[in-house]
Every structure is written in C-alpha cells, then in structure tokens.
C-alpha cells in the first residue's frame, strides 16, 4: 500500500474490480427469474468488495481503515458462496472465478496485516 496514492493503485481494488465486471457478465447468462435473487445477491456481494477497499483507503485512522477491508472480505466471502450455488444450479461454471477470489482474499489479508 505505501505508495498509493488512490484506491485505483491497490492491486486488490484492481482485482476485485474486474471481479465485478466478471460477475456482471455471468449472471447476464442467469435465468430471468433470478433476476431478483442470485443475480441481486452476486452483484450486490461483489460490487461491495472493491467499494469497502475505496472507502478503507481514504479512512484516517487505522481502526476505520481496517472495519472497511474487513466489511470488504466479509462481502468476498458472501460471494464464494454464491459462486458455489451459481454452479451446484448449473448457471455458471466458478472453476476461473473462485480463484481470483480466493487471490483477492489472500490480497485482502496481506493489505489488513500491513496495517500499523
């Protein structure tokens, strides 16, 4: 983290940005009617990842700053769960998504252990 001048220089923000936009696209694929379920879930699970790490960067004092990436990881892991349903449903194939997600977790730990 230490020359970072932006959340957008953090390579976990990275990751789990084009995490989202990986989401985004599989669950178009989802069947209409989980529209207002699954897909709301995922997005919604997803988007909260990157979000937490740019709202945790700008944070002050480190108390906040690890509240933020810890809401962050919680929201990771909410969405291995549904990467777990999305496939046992037979919707979407995780085999390439639960491992950036397990990258990014592992991103998000190294970035909460540097933490002063």
């Not at 979000?51 to 919680?74: P, T, V, W």
């Not at 998000?108 to 252990?113: D, G, I, V, Y």
Request: aromatic residues 10%.
């Amino acid at each position: 983290m230490g020359n970072a001048k932006s959340f957008k220089d953090l390579v976990v923000w990275q990751k789990a940005h084009e995490l989202v936009i990986e989401i985004y696209k599989i669950t178009k694929l989802f069947p209409r009617d989980e529209k207002f379920s699954l897909i709301s879930q995922m997005r919604r699970a997803a988007i909260s990842v990157p979000a937490n790490i740019a709202e945790g960067f700008i944070k002050r004092s480190i108390k906040d700053k690890s509240n933020f990436y810890n809401m962050a990881q919680g929201s990771l892991e909410e969405l291995k769960y549904y990467l777990i349903l999305a496939g046992d449903l037979g919707y979407a194939k995780n085999e390439s998504l639960s491992p950036k997600a397990d990258e990014i977790g592992r991103l998000l730990n190294r970035l909460l252990s540097s933490l002063p």
